[in-house]
């Protein structure tokens, strides 16, 4: 069968033109230190996974926004890479400018921290939100209540932190069980302004399926490497079309920094990337709909995260 197929992208990203019509809008940022649980929180507020999680800190590196469109009112979510104060890396400098900035122009921060582990690094994202605080809203979200097994140590502690600032609202939340993430919501509609949608009310994420193809397939090589595998690894997605057949074309070619790791990922007899590659290409065609061929490189590219030049290079620092 001829290959007439071309790159495309199944979910364009929306251009941010308002709609018309009499519609309400918020921004949201949501931070947080690393691994308190930022990205699982957006994905269940969305009811869809455009945020990759995992147990391990820093997962998250670009900015996502995530969309949710309830009758007239459109809240955008800026989920955030994790604040933090290892600034040595490029990656790392990165990833705290990207956290920083979306503090900025919102209605609401929504500081997240993880039960009643109050660290250095939470007091560190608490001075960047007091910042500038002015007429938006700021909420701390208590996550991972569930973790909580005597509540009644609860309140006394939340006591204490809002004498650490005067926050709109303290909220504890599951956002794995979903346990009040409705009240969340409700308190950032109640922070949005009379404003035009930006996007069309399917839209779940502003990313096109070409960064969510190679999102998906990082939170598959950090699953099943385990521990071993450091957050330095980055994939590039070289080619998403759609064949004759109907089916999606992606090739993803995995970057590591030493052939040990590139080893690690292919596994004996390829085993390893063999399972990768077939849960990646189970959820895409789950966000995707559609029948997924997938077909996945690993190639080394020795010192990448101390290069700020080749960060660029690979799509980071534009946004
Ligand atoms: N028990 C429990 N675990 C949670 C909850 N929310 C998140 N987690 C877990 O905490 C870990 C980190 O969650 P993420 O959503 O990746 O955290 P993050 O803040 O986005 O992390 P970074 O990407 O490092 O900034 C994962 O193992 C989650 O399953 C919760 O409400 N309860």
């Not at 208590?142 to 005597?150: A, G, L, P, S």
């Amino acid at each position: 069968m001829a290959d007439n197929s071309q790159d495309f992208d199944p979910i364009e990203p929306g251009s941010l033109t308002p709609e018309e019509g009499e519609q309400r809008i918020a921004m949201v940022a949501i931070v947080g230190r690393p691994n308190v649980g930022k990205s699982t929180l957006l994905n269940r507020i969305l009811g869809q996974k455009v945020s990759i999680t995992s147990r391990k800190p820093q997962t998250t590196r670009h900015r996502i926004m995530g969309i949710h469109t309830e009758g007239d009112c459109q809240l955008l979510f800026v989920d955030t890479p994790g604040l933090h104060s290892e600034e040595k890396r490029a990656i790392n400098r990165y990833m705290n400018r990207a956290a920083s900035s979306s503090i900025g122009d919102v209605e609401m921060v929504m500081f997240v921290v993880d039960g009643m582990n109050w660290t250095a690094d939470d007091e560190l994202v608490l001075n960047k939100v007091k910042k500038g605080s002015g007429s938006r809203k700021t909420v701390l979200v208590i996550n991972k209540i569930d973790q909580i097994k005597e509540k009644d140590v609860l309140l006394p502690y939340l006591q204490e932190l809002q004498k650490k600032f005067a926050f709109d609202a303290i909220v504890p939340v599951s956002a794995k069980s979903g346990d009040r993430v409705p009240q969340l919501l409700e308190l950032a509609k109640n922070a949005s302004y009379e404003g035009a949608h930006f996007f069309p009310e399917e839209y779940v994420t502003d990313r096109s399926s070409r960064f969510m193809a190679a999102e998906i397939i990082r939170e598959k090589l950090i699953r099943y490497t385990g521990d071993e595998l450091p957050y330095s690894v980055t994939v590039e997605i070289e080619r998403f079309a759609l064949m004759d057949n109907g089916v999606y074309q992606i090739n993803g070619l995995i970057l590591v920094e030493r052939s040990g790791q590139k080893k690690m990922i292919i596994g004996n007899k390829g085993e390893k990337i063999k399972t990768i590659g077939r849960e990646a290409r189970l959820d895409m065609e789950r966000l995707f709909d559609n029948k997924v061929f997938l077909e996945m490189w690993v190639k080394v590219k020795s010192g990448w995260a101390d290069d700020e030049r080749a960060l660029r290079s690979l799509g980071y620092g534009e946004d």
